[in-house]
């Protein structure tokens, strides 16, 4: 018996990286998965894990409704959403364009909002999960760069986290009476493709040869490796499941100690 087993969830931003982690680990946990992402590798990781994709862009009013519709056309009921796609990009703070500003906070804030709040609406209307006294769970990806907002070099990146994070404890407050949670995860500095995306553009504005930025980045991690992917996961699993049933409003720092540890 997995710990999810026939717990039904969307994952948002599941092609590579985090998403594609949490959607190995919640399948292998006997979760049933829609996987959503505007990236057609979606497809790869779904036919993997013989479960369901769905091409999305999460900015776009249709794709969000087509996304969320799916598990409702296949199980007629949604149990938990992972809410992650995100972007990112390095520039200086007194370079950002409106432009820039716009693109990040789209997909990072608008977006999240309006997945959340589309399923949120959905899940009111479903009875509780089997064996459980909830109705949902929603999770969201924000980021240590939600506290820090230390680099300068990811103003609008790291506002938009802070307003996951604000927004995550609004929706917890707003759906704790209908018996749906609402929690985030905040990782540190994970191996993923953003990485590599990071790693470019800070060493281009700062003159860095490729992978010294990372290099810079993980020697500060107390724990003393770099963050992978399935160490979100881990946690992502908690969120889903049952033991964190009685968590709403939470933040939790997934990142080796690297928020307090420099
Ligand atoms: N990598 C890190 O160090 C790190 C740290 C903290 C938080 N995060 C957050 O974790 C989440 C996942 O990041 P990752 O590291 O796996 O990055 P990633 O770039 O590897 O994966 C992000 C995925 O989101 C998808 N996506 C982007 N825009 C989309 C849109 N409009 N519609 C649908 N899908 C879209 C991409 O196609 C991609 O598959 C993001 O929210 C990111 O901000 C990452």
Redesign the pocket.
């Known amino acids: 018996m997995g710990r999810l087993d026939g717990r039904t969830v969307l994952i ?8 594609a982690a949490c959607a190995r680990r919640l399948a292998a946990d006997g979760a049933r998965l829609v996987l ?4 057609p ?2 497809e790869k990781v779904a036919a993997e894990l013989e479960q369901l994709a769905v091409r ?4 776009r009013r249709q794709d969000i409704e087509r996304m969320v519709d799916e598990p409702y056309r296949r199980w007629g009921r949604l149990d938990v959403l992972f809410n ?5 990009r390095l520039q200086p703070m007194l370079d950002v364009t409106e432009e820039e500003w716009d693109r990040v906070m789209t ?2 804030l608008r ?1 999240v909002f309006f997945v959340l709040q589309a399923v949120s609406r959905r899940m009111l209307q479903q009875g509780l999960m089997p064996g459980s006294e909830l109705r949902g769970k929603l999770i969201q ?5 939600s506290y820090r907002g230390g680099n300068h070099l990811l103003t609008p ?1 790291s506002a938009s ?1 802070a307003g996951v994070v604000s927004l995550t404890r609004s929706a917890a407050q707003a759906l704790a009476g209908e018996r749906i949670t609402s929690n985030c995860v ?5 191996e ?4 590599e ?1 990071i790693d470019q553009e800070w060493g281009a504005l700062e003159g860095l040869g490729a992978g010294e930025a990372w290099k810079r980045r993980i020697r500060g991690i107390p724990l003393g490796r770099p ?1 992978r ?1 399935e160490d979100v996961a881990n946690v992502v699993a908690f969120l889903a499941g049952p033991d964190s049933d009685y968590m709403t409003g939470q933040a939790l720092n997934v990142d080796g100690g690297l928020v307090m540890g420099n």
């Open positions: 948002t931003g599941a092609a590579r990286g985090i998403g959503a992402d505007l990236d590798g979606v999305a862009d999460v900015t992650n796609a995100g972007v990112i997909v990072n977006a990806t924000a980021s240590i760069a990146y986290k905040c990782p540190g500095a994970v993923t493709a953003m990485w995306q963050e992917p």
